[in-house]
């Protein structure tokens, strides 16, 4: 089970990471109007996001010894996806990885959407649910969208799993 919070903490991590906006000050970059974001620019926001969103996530592993912590940390995982899809939707990332980011976006709402029955289950105390989070069609469309951009020479800086 601990290998599957982990999985799910980096994938919220890279999703967090892939919307290319700090929480608080400008926007930089998160207007459709605006000129589409360099690749440094856009890697540096990726960064500062990891680092920002980090705290926010980590708790779910330590939370997996309590049926309503677990719940409770899930929802917060569920929220972070929902954020980060309408800061995906609403980003002008740079031009070669445009459509990668339209993915991303899908898929994280669809994450999303697909871990409500997981808490519903969690919260009935079945912990074990949880090992059902990186099977699901959501979970594997975002490791797909997340790898196309990684192909593409953006460095994504995650925390290694451990």
Not at 150 to 156: G, R, V, W
Request: aromatic residues 2%; charged residues 15%.
């Amino acid at each position: 089970m601990r290998r599957i919070v982990g999985g799910l903490v980096l994938t919220a991590l890279l999703v967090a990471v892939a919307t290319g906006c700090g929480g608080g000050g400008g926007g930089g970059g998160t207007t459709s109007g605006s000129a589409p974001l360099s690749k440094i620019a856009y890697e540096q926001q990726m960064q500062t996001i990891e680092k920002n969103l980090s705290n926010t996530v980590d708790g779910l592993v330590s939370a997996t010894s309590s049926p309503a912590a677990a719940a409770k940390a899930l929802t917060k995982v569920q929220q972070v996806l929902r954020s980060g899809a309408k800061q995906i939707a609403a980003m002008n990332p740079p031009a070669d990885i445009a459509s990668d980011q339209k993915q991303l976006a899908s898929a994280a709402n669809e994450f999303a959407d697909e871990i409500g029955p997981v808490i519903a289950k969690v919260k009935g105390g079945n912990l074990a649910a949880i090992d059902s989070l990186l099977t699901l069609k959501g979970y594997k469309d975002l490791d797909a969208a997340i790898n196309a951009i990684t192909a593409k020479a953006y460095k994504l800086k995650a925390p290694t799993a451990g």
